[in-house]
């Protein structure tokens, strides 16, 4: 079952802004699917969850709380050198946050895939 309808717009602009970091490959799968792009990089591959909110993201444990259930399945991906798992949020506003999910937490990244601060970890 899934928490209202899929982000279609949300996802459609991912698709963009994805294209300027890599080739797209859209996940075959629909509606609670894992990962909904894979982006495929000179030296890594990045499994996005592509998500929307219509509420004020405070901090990264606000995420943790908002999202847990997409974040546990992200984690089923195996985290390695060359394979990133992200979730993308985008504001009602149109603005976006990205967040880099491993395998004790979570870390906010740049557009350019830089780190904005310390990771936050899983108090679980």
């Known amino acids: 079952m899934t928490r209202g309808p899929q982000p279609l717009q949300a996802i459609q602009e991912a698709r963009v802004l994805g294209s300027k970091i890599g080739t797209i490959w859209d996940s075959p799968y629909t509606g609670n699917a894992c990962v909904d792009l894979i982006i495929f990089c000179a030296h890594a591959i990045i499994f996005v969850k ?26 089923r991906i ?14 009602q506003r149109g603005s976006w946050l990205y967040y880099r999910i491993l395998d004790d937490g979570i870390i906010e990244i740049r557009w350019d895939r830089t780190t904005i601060a310390d990771p936050a970890k899983d108090t679980i």
């Open 78 to 91: 195996p985290q390695t050198v060359v394979a990133y798992r992200e979730l993308w949020v985008r504001s």
């Open 50 to 75: 592509i998500k929307r909110t219509r509420t004020h993201i405070g901090d990264l444990l606000d995420i943790m709380g908002q999202y847990s259930r997409e974040i546990a399945h992200l984690r």
